[in-house]
């Protein structure tokens, strides 16, 4: 990885920096579209932020939609079709590949992205992995945390197979012993707690953080970014509305989140799912752009290909 081709990708933090708390700039609305993975690591600000009307008090009006991998949020703003993104870990890889400006920042996924064994099928430890099947959704966040856990645990990615597909089919996969462990993210953890109670969490996220972290956010087009600097602006004030609303009262956002966009789970799942990642008050945010930590988080990833080579 080139690391000046990641910092100009990243750049754009000094607008996220300033414009925490800077007053409102845009007035008029301005209408831009936005994908987004429906997760709560990525959509939680988003959706209280809409619901409280954070955004509209700054000018902004998303058109919305909803992808499930970062790889098809990423491909669909390349074809034109968003004027920004929010996606998962996979945005490092990205930036790293010069698909955008990153521009803000959701959280660290500290527990969202996890690594789940069977001992019936023989893997209990990282060592156990060696010649066996992992699934997971490649070039997603998951995929991300699996190469920094099998690195960091002296298993190089070669010694493994891994078995693409959905993450919904690789969970199916790991509960009906096809293979003998899935790299997932939250809340898929919660099947395989329930559906195949003795499977072991070998590893999540957070045993990374600090030294590193798989972080979230933002990106927008090159020719956006350029030209809508003010815009942006009113979505990070927006955001950050939302999100230290959420720090501040984490049960109602959770009932609220769950009562308006997340039917189908239960106020303890997303309340989990909150807790599972490492959220900030803007004021720290703030610091963490300034002093080059976010920069530093971004830069410690290794760029990841399918096996027909495809970003």
Not at 96 to 107: H, V
Not at 115 to 144: M, Q, Y
Not at 300 to 311: A, M, N, P, Y
């Amino acid at each position: 990885m080139d690391r000046r081709q990641l910092l100009t990708g990243a750049v754009g933090f000094a607008v996220g920096a300033a414009a925490i708390t800077a007053p409102a700039i845009v007035q008029a609305k301005t209408r831009l579209r936005l994908g987004h993975l429906h997760v709560v690591a990525v959509d939680g600000q988003i959706l209280t932020g809409l619901d409280r009307g954070s955004f509209e008090r700054h000018g902004i009006d998303f058109e919305r939609t909803e992808f499930n991998t970062g790889p098809e949020v990423f491909e669909a703003m390349a074809a034109g079709q968003l004027d920004l993104l929010s996606a998962g870990g996979v945005i490092s890889n990205y930036l790293a590949l010069g698909a955008g400006r990153a521009f803000l920042i959701n959280d660290i996924e500290v527990a969202t992205a996890q690594l789940s064994v069977r001992p019936d099928l023989g893997v209990r430890t990282f060592a156990d992995l060696r010649g066996k099947r992992i699934a997971t959704t490649t070039r997603t966040t998951a995929h991300v945390f699996l190469d920094r856990a099998l690195r960091a645990n002296n298993v190089d990615i070669s010694e493994v197979e891994i078995r693409n597909s959905s993450m919904l089919a690789a969970v199916a996969s790991f509960i009906s012993g096809e293979v003998p462990a899935v790299a997932l993210w939250v809340p898929f953890n919660i099947t395989v707690r329930e559906m195949l109670p003795g499977a072991i969490k070998l590893v999540d996220a957070s045993a990374f953080y600090p030294q590193s972290a798989v972080v979230g956010g933002w990106v927008a087009r090159h020719d956006y970014y350029d030209n809508n600097r003010e815009v942006l602006g009113g979505i990070i004030r927006g955001w950050a509305e939302a999100n230290d609303f959420i720090l501040r009262n984490s049960s109602a956002a959770a009932d609220a989140l769950q009562r308006n966009h997340y039917r189908q789970a239960s106020v303890a799942d997303i309340s989990e799912a909150l807790k599972a990642q490492k959220m900030f008050s803007s004021r720290e945010w703030k610091r963490l752009y300034s002093d080059g930590t976010v920069v530093k988080w971004l830069q410690q990833v290794r760029l990841l290909h399918d096996r027909r080579g495809r970003r």
